[in-house]
């Protein structure tokens, strides 16, 4: 029984997972996890922002990232608190301020779960063209400064000595995190974007040796992940973000652990080898 | 006193009267420093002495506070830093880590690049798996890919065992031959000098001394900055090219002594 609520679930949870997947490579490369988790929670705040000033809640989290992204270079140079520090100030302040302002829109009309967890059932055509637009815009930024990108992340310095202007792409880089939340908030709730930036590109790590083969494997497991948890939630009625979430959860157990078994495995094998010929002897000088 | 730095038609970067703070730190003072094509110039001086602020001021990561730098125009610079540890969260092959030293490369450049740094065979291996003169010479071919005019090398050495940094050297001299390369060393390692040094610039915050190799060596300034150990000399590695040296260093074809030069024969240290 597909119902059209169920395809458009499906196709904006694979459309979210193919964004954020090369977008998630280079969280985990710069190691920026922390930071992208502080942009989703403090989008709460610009989506209650957003409401009250009247205008898009997507305007309103691009809003905030900005917001963010600039306090967070601007007390970088400061010394006396470390970067978690500030990072944790911000997400939880942005999170309990967004929480606060909810409390005085009136009409009470406002899903707060739905943006904690996600809806991804309730996603509409239109939302469906937001993830579309928004993703499509996404992709192709990345694509025009995946080079530079690459290259800053390698070697700041050395990428700064070959000519490549820094400041403009981390700028398209920042922004594109900003889309990428704002679109996927619909389908697995702020709460729990950055699992899915940053699993499935973890995932996907032990089989690729390119950064281009690692973002292909995250997308081909977030897309994975997103099917796959929409299914368990439509078999069990289990909450869809959340189910997505664990199917990526364990795509991720199962790709570490299978490396780790190759490891194991062998160790088992040889340990019985040598079982096996100590017998043997064994046996031998026992018959004589 | 160093001369005011004159510039020509080769004169590939000219630095005059460079000036650099951290805070209330005065970390470099009347420096003037040119590096003309074809011309290998070694900057050498103790720890804290201003050497890789200099190299960042020449490459314009960062602004003098006084004095100022004049580049030729257009001037392509490949660089190789002190220390690129990369990442082992992000994969990388060789021959993607070349792809990305500029736009739009072609497959037979990579094989090029590698091949003049004499390690072809390493292009499909994981730069998480290259030992430290493996991956110094990736370095250089990926700089070379940018088809530089002035080649700037921080430490480059560094790591590389004593057999590989003979190599290293080797191989430096033979780019800076073949392309008329302007190449900016710098070494922390006072006692070995490349033998195809042109210019030793011996830094201490402002110049102490600066000349051939020789000469600085026998400069009562520099035994004078690196003190007792400096007596015996500036040890300047040279050899005859007879032979060539493989990655590991190791010599490749007749077995021949390395021709110590007049400031000393290199020992390797254990």
Redesign the interface.
């Known amino acids: 029984m597909t119902e059209a609520f169920f395809l458009r679930a499906l196709l904006a949870g694979i459309g979210v997972a193919l964004v954020s997947a090369p977008l998630g490579c280079f969280v ?2 710069r ?1 920026m996890a922390y930071f992208g988790a502080t942009l989703a929670h403090s989008a709460l705040l610009g989506i209650a922002l957003g409401i009250l000033a009247g205008i898009n809640p997507s305007l309103g989290i691009a809003a905030s990232s900005v917001a963010v992204a600039l306090v967070v270079v601007t007390f970088e140079r400061q010394r006396l608190i470390g970067r978690d520090t500030l990072l944790g100030i911000l997400a939880h302040a942005g999170l309990a301020i967004g929480l606060v302002a909810l409390s005085f829109i009136e009409g009470a009309r406002i899903d707060l779960m739905a943006y904690l967890f996600g809806d991804i059932l309730a996603v509409t055509p239109r939302d469906l063209a937001w993830i579309a637009g928004g993703g499509l815009a996404v992709l192709a930024t990345l694509a025009l400064i995946w ?1 530079p990108l ?2 800053i ?3 700041e ?2 990428a ?3 000519g490549v202007r820094v400041v403009p792409v981390q700028l398209a880089f920042m922004l594109s995190l900003a889309v990428t939340i704002a679109i996927a908030m619909k389908v697995v709730g702020i709460l729990l974007i950055v699992s899915l930036l940053i699993i499935p590109a973890a995932a996907a ?1 032990p089989f ?7 973002a292909l494997g995250a997308a081909a497991i977030g897309a994975l992940s997103a099917t796959g948890g929409l299914a368990a939630s439509l078999a069990w009625d289990t909450p869809a973000g959340p189910s997505i979430v664990v199917v990526a959860t364990v795509l991720f157990a199962v790709a570490r652990w299978g490396r780790w078994c190759r490891g194991a495995w062998g160790e088992v094998f040889k340990l019985g080898r040598t079982l096996v010929r100590s017998v043997r002897v064994g046996t031998k000088s026992w018959r004589i | 006193m160093p001369a005011e730095a004159a510039r020509d038609s080769e004169t590939l970067v000219a630095a005059e009267h460079l000036e650099a703070r951290y805070g209330a730190t005065l970390a470099l003072t009347h420096v003037d420093l040119t590096v003309s094509a074809g011309e290998i110039v070694t900057l050498i001086g103790p720890n804290g002495a201003g050497k890789s602020t200099l190299v960042r001021i020449i490459l314009g990561l960062m602004e003098p506070s006084a004095g100022r730098v004049w580049r030729r125009p257009g001037l392509r610079i490949g660089y190789l830093p002190q220390r690129v540890a990369i990442d082992p969260v992000l994969p990388l092959t060789v021959r993607r880590f070349l792809g990305l030293a500029r736009p739009g490369v072609a497959e037979a450049e990579i094989r090029d690049a590698l091949n003049e740094v004499a390690a072809a065979e390493l292009i499909d291996h994981s730069v998480h798996d290259l030992s430290g003169g493996e991956f110094q010479r990736v370095l250089l071919a990926r700089a070379l890919m940018r088809r530089p005019q002035l080649l700037v090398l921080d430490e480059p050495v560094q790591g590389v065992d004593f057999g590989g940094q003979i190599a290293l050297y080797d191989l430096i001299g033979r780019l800076r031959r073949r392309h008329g390369l302007g190449v900016l060393m710098v070494s922390h390692d006072l006692h070995v000098v490349m033998a195809a040094t042109d210019r030793v610039v011996c830094l201490n915050r402002h110049v102490c001394c600066s000349g051939a190799p020789e000469a600085v060596s026998r400069n009562p300034a520099y035994t004078e900055l690196f003190g007792a150990a400096a007596a015996r000399g500036l040890a300047i590695y040279s050899h005859d090219h007879d032979h060539e040296h493989d990655l590991k260093g190791a010599v490749v074809h007749p077995v021949e002594g390395h021709g110590g030069a007049p400031g000393g024969k290199v020992e390797p240290r254990p």
């Open positions: 985990v490369w190691r080079r690459l290259a992340t390698l070697h310095e050395m700064r000595a070959e790590r690729a040796r390119t950064p281009e083969q690692m």
